[in-house]
């Protein structure tokens, strides 16, 4: 899938903005703070509905109160008009000019994969960001993970409610509490599942992405879940959470809410089997991340048919010359990607020639012939 045209009203530094994108790289270059970020952000929100960086008022130019990005999308030979329009009341999405209610309706219209700065704290914060970014990623290509997500949430979160009435008052209904661990349980079984083939298939390629963009070591990703489960199969997978759930009940009781589930997941990058958290340099860092990233896009189009549309800002900072230009002749040709910098003094000649360039200066952006 491609993005044709992006127009962009009033969105952060640009007042108005008509760009048409070439199918496959593009590259824009421009000084800090010229508008390349949120050129990125703009995709992303059109992709998402929100970005990852920042709270949607914050989109709006300064001192206005709406902004609208519109994208023309093609997969395939269907052409897609998608908007997404901000005010100070709340978002509105649109497809073709019809209104989507439902996030689930629109968010697989436009499958992204970004990769920012921002996105060292894969490695170096909390849990919560890595689950997070898996989330973001399955959403995107399976209707069903989202929905059971969005169904596990609410009822979590009805069940924590419940384990603090528990705490406070000493007593309740603990057949409610099992009726509501049940339900929860059935919500989990496919989270899990989804998030382990998933991850799974990540092992399968990310080595070898590592290899081409940056060095020959082994690189895999461990899924870790505070539930132990014997395997992956349904039924057994019920019965185990179930039991969990039946073992820590008093613990879960003390605590007052829901201490198992997928909602505590996480998972670490291991390079040659060490942490890279611990043992690895910002460059393996960063290249870690790019390979876990790059290695979603063959998924993504196992799922949908289609490749999403690769988002890179600033991609080339920590990383010599040799490996910028590795990592370009590994994307290639066969992808729509958008790629941002400050400059392309390392990046050969050959490599540049068959990228579109874009000159981004203060809120504008220029096709460079
Ligand atoms: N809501 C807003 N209204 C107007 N301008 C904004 C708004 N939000 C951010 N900006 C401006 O956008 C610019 C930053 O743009 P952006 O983050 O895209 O820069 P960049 O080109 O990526 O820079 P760098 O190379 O430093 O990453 C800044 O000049 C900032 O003041
Ligand atoms: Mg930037």
Do not use: W
Request: with cysteine; aromatic share 8%; net charge positive.
């Amino acid at each position: 899938m491609e993005i044709r045209q992006l127009n962009l009203i009033q969105f952060r530094n640009y007042k108005r903005l008509e760009v048409k994108l070439s199918p496959s790289m593009n590259i824009l270059i421009g000084e800090n703070a010229a508008g390349k970020t949120n050129i990125l952000e703009a995709i992303e929100v059109l992709s998402l509905t929100k970005s990852h960086r920042a709270s949607d008022s914050s989109l709006i130019m300064d001192k206005k109160n709406l902004m609208k990005i519109k994208g023309t999308i093609q997969v395939d030979h269907i052409t897609r008009k998608l908007e997404v329009e901000c005010n100070l009341e709340g978002k509105k999405t649109k497809i073709n000019g019809t209104n989507i209610v439902r996030i689930g309706d629109y968010i697989a219209a436009l499958n992204t994969i970004l990769f920012s700065p921002d996105d060292i704290e894969i490695v170096k914060g909390s849990p919560s960001i890595r689950r997070n970014l898996l989330n973001m990623e399955l959403s995107q290509i399976s209707k069903a993970y989202l929905s059971s997500y969005n169904q596990y949430n609410k009822l979590l979160k009805t069940r924590n409610e419940y384990l603090k009435i528990l705490y406070t008052n000493h007593i309740g209904d603990e057949k409610y509490l099992s009726i509501l661990t049940e339900k929860l349980v059935e919500k989990a079984v496919l989270i899990y599942q989804t998030r382990y083939h998933y991850i799974q298939r990540i092992n399968q390629i990310i080595s070898d992405v590592f290899h081409d963009i940056h060095s020959p070591l082994s690189l895999q990703i461990q899924y870790e879940s505070n539930v132990l489960f014997s395997s992956f199969e349904e039924d057994k997978m019920k019965e185990e959470l179930l039991k969990t759930y039946q073992k820590h009940y008093q613990k879960e009781r003390n605590y007052g809410m829901t201490l198992y589930g997928p909602h505590r997941d996480d998972f670490t990058f291991l390079l040659d089997g060490k942490d890279l958290k611990i043992y690895g340099s910002q460059g393996q860092q960063k290249a870690a991340i790019l390979a876990y990233k790059l290695s979603c896009i063959p998924i993504f189009e196992e799922q949908t048919g289609t490749k999403p549309v690769l988002l890179l800002d600033d991609v080339f900072s920590e990383l010599d010359g040799k490996k910028q230009n590795k990592l370009l002749k590994y994307i290639g040709k066969d992808i729509q990607s958008i790629i941002t910098t400050t400059d392309v003094k390392q990046i050969r000649k050959s490599l540049l020639d068959e990228a579109t360039i874009f000159k981004v200066i203060s809120g504008t952006v220029e096709r460079k012939i």
